[in-house]
């Protein structure tokens, strides 16, 4: 029964880089064909793809935020990262991480909490 927690700041100061932390419980990161990915959903928006980290520890970016984006991870905690710099208010939303299983087929979500952004 995989289940996934996120941990991180609530909020982020602009221009300061946001780091949230998905711990894994109940199966591997490592455990192939799956990967581990990050989604944001602003206020009264639809999900957007942020990049994901795949069994084998190769991450994926979403190219519009690719040089802004760092996912990383420890196999040793069963955890997985993500950092994303530059953070503006247009970047407040409600931050998730997944296990995907198939295209576009998302199993488990952590508990997606609300990240604000200040001025």
């Known amino acids: 029964q995989v289940q996934l927690q996120e941990s991180g700041p609530g909020l982020v100061e602009s221009s300061q880089t946001l780091s949230l932390t998905c711990t894994v419980s109940?199966?591997?990161?490592?455990?192939?064909?799956?990967?581990w990915s990050w989604i944001r959903q602003p206020p009264g928006k639809g999900l957007e793809w942020l990049g994901a980290?795949?069994?084998?520890?190769?991450?994926y970016y979403s190219p519009s935020l690719k040089s802004r984006t760092s996912i990383s991870r420890d196999t040793a905690k069963n955890q997985f990262t993500l950092q994303l710099s530059s953070m503006t208010p247009e970047n407040t939303a409600v931050y998730y991480c997944?296990?995907?299983?198939?295209?576009?087929?998302?199993?488990?979500w952590g508990q997606g909490p609300q990240v604000t952004v200040v001025v």
């Open positions: 109940g199966g591997s990161i490592t455990r192939r064909p799956y990967d």
């Open positions: 997944a296990k995907r299983v198939a295209f576009c087929n998302y199993a488990t």
């Open positions: 980290i795949a069994y084998n520890g190769k991450p």
